[in-house]
């Protein structure tokens, strides 16, 4: 397959995917630019050709030998560029193909003429295909008269006239190899080629883009496992009818094999399957709703019978086997003790984390690995320094916390099992295994419990598109559970504020105003550079408020993200159980009012039920009692959380990255602005 930018250059990111997922699935061997995809499309693109040539030449190491199409309007062209690339690669074989547009008298002398004018290096194979080039047929004649060329090793041919392949059984041997460019018809080929010459010839199939299949039939003919042969063929006519659009006229194979692609690794590789731009333009069709859905659940079943083999992402470059993946934790005792690994699922949804939930025999863990920078203390593992605190192991307010909290943070590897005589204040799953250390790979990880269930956001989009009734009482008295839950956090108090949370139980005389507001301008001096009038209005609401500021001075342990994403519930006919609450990578030292944050925007408001509310706020109140100013104070932080969105949003986005003279109303296309107003300008 051949994948491009929107100018139609390589698109070098999702090639370096392809390569990775070919050679976990058996290739032997790539062949770049072939008269069967869309290479064709680079005929005279010889700088794009160098580009993917030194790319897959990389990443293969030289372990997977490259072959490369060359072929041209005219014999000129094809000389031209058989001595651009053998010059450049000395070590890749060249497939010349007949003209791509013009039907020739004499096919031999086409062939001649690039074999003995060129001087490379290079091996050479021939690629037969009428079809495709112009009726310009290469014939056995054709090829026994090529053989007299050293550098001539071999013929890879469509398969479309088998007397012709019986001809060349006396030519294969160590020096000269055929292949067999007919997926379909394998077997067929197997069955012409005695079984010694075998490990002499090869396949040229264009699943095996995608599926390990081609390879283990290929391996089968060489074994002489007639049987396994006969059931792999018929599993790759099957999946070709099922891949490929053949509702196309054109480009069936491409069209198919490129949205299976696309389909294994958007959730896995996001930031790269977005470089993804379809296809050439005489092949870009919309694609059948009907049919993007057949690929789809083709694939899901081919990755579940191990039909195809995935690669797995972390961070930015790296990209990982299942087996890498196994050796990489094969050293840790308490994973080795949770049996074989049965199934790996993600890349789950997460903005700071790139998170797998991998099966084991005897369990289901999560595992969390830290790879954005943009996470606040994403040095330490959270949670290690988290369940003391709610188990009440660790009393935060005791003069021995900070030597017990020194402990916690120098030991870089390790895990926190809760003991069931003494469970934490609120359902959490079990660290089972963190690593700071970056020895096994080069981000810390950890290995939480999985909670069985769904978030909270799943189940309401659920029952939101089958018109349920949010005030039925299972809904409303799983609200009571959230408060009372959120409120049993809030009774963690520490002595003093700090914004860092490993220097628990050091003494800090910083007040929550100082802290608070050092951090509003911070934010507000982004602000101004993008719209100063906006920042003067915002500096203006919170300087009339920061008497609420001031008199806060109860430090209590806040989860800092507490929303519908991070709640896990299960459901059944009478009852939505609050399971587990996930993600404390935010926690810290704050105040209450800053967890009412996300609930009250996200959920509360967007479900818009008195009931509901009413209730979220009678748990809560079963262990805080709420004064009149407590919404005002939500108010406040929430103001502060969105114009703290705002500028993250601005600084990453590259319309403004770079040039604060911006168009006032391309800015204000950011919902942010609206939600602002609303605060400043209250109806």
Sequence with gaps: MTFFDKDFSISLEVHRLLVRHLLINGADSIYLFGPNGEGAY????????????????EISDKKAPLLVGVYGYTLDDVIEQVGILGKKFNDISLVIMPPHQVKIDNVYSYFENILTTVNVGNNFFIHNDPKKFSNNEINPQIVNKL???????????????????????????????????????????????????????????????????????????????VLEIHQLQEQINDIRNKIYDFKSEIGKEERGLKYAFYSIYRNNFPKIIENYYGFIPKINQIFETITKNRIEATINYMINQKQLYLLYFLG???????????????????????????????????????????????SELLFRFHTTESLENGEIIKEKLLYPLIDNTLDPKSPETREKVKEIIYNRKGCYIFN??????????????????????????????????????????????????????????????IGELLGKLHQISFDSFDEQIHNLGKKSKTSWNELFNSKLNLEL???????????????????????LIEEESEPVLIHNDYQWSNLIVEDSSNEIKLKGVIDFDNWGI?????????????????????????????GYRKYFSIKNDFLKKIEIYSLFKIIQNLNMNLQFDPKF????????????KYGYFKQIEEILNPS
């Design 525 to 547: 001096s982004k602000l101004k550079k993008f719209t100063n009038n906006t920042a003067e209005k915002v500096d203006h609401y919170f300087k009339e408020n920061n008497s």
């Design 316 to 362: 930015k470059t790296e990209i990982y086997q299942l087996d890498e993946i196994i050796n990489a934790f094969s050293k840790i005792d308490i994973l080795l003790d949770q049996g074989k690994i049965k199934k790996v699922i993600g890349l789950l949804n997460a903005t700071k984390n790139t998170i797998y939930r991998v099966n084991f025999e005897k």
């Design 590 to 618: 704050g105040v209450r009012a800053q967890d009412f944050v996300r609930i009250q925007m996200e959920i509360l408001n967007k479900i818009n039920i008195n009931d509901v509310n009413t209730k979220f706020y009678e």
């Design 42 to 57: 680079f005929i005279d693109k010889v700088t794009e050709k160098v580009k993917l040539i030194s790319l897959c030449s």
């Design 420 to 481: 069931k005589e003494n469970p934490p204040i609120i359902p959490v799953g079990n660290l089972i295994y963190f690593d700071e250390s970056k020895e096994i790979i080069p981000y810390i990880f950890s290995v939480n419990e999985f909670i069985p269930g769904i978030s909270l956001l799943d189940l309401y989009n659920q029952y939101n598109n089958e018109s349920f009734n949010f005030s039925k009482s299972k809904f409303v008295n799983l609200f009571f559970d």
């Design 147 to 225: 053989t007299q060329f050293d550098n001539f090793i071999g013929l890879i041919d469509s398969f479309d006239n088998i007397n012709h392949w019986k001809s060349y059984l006396n030519l294969i041997s160590d020096n000269f190899s055929f292949s067999c460019g007919s997926e379909e018809n394998l077997q067929k080929f197997f069955q012409i080629v005695p079984t010694e010459s075998r490990k002499f010839v090869s396949i040229t199939p264009c699943l095996s883009n995608i599926v390990n299949l081609c390879s283990k039939l290929y391996l089968c003919a060489t074994e002489e496992k």
């Design 657 to 668: 990255r770079d040039n604060f003279q911006i168009d006032q109303e391309e800015l204000y």
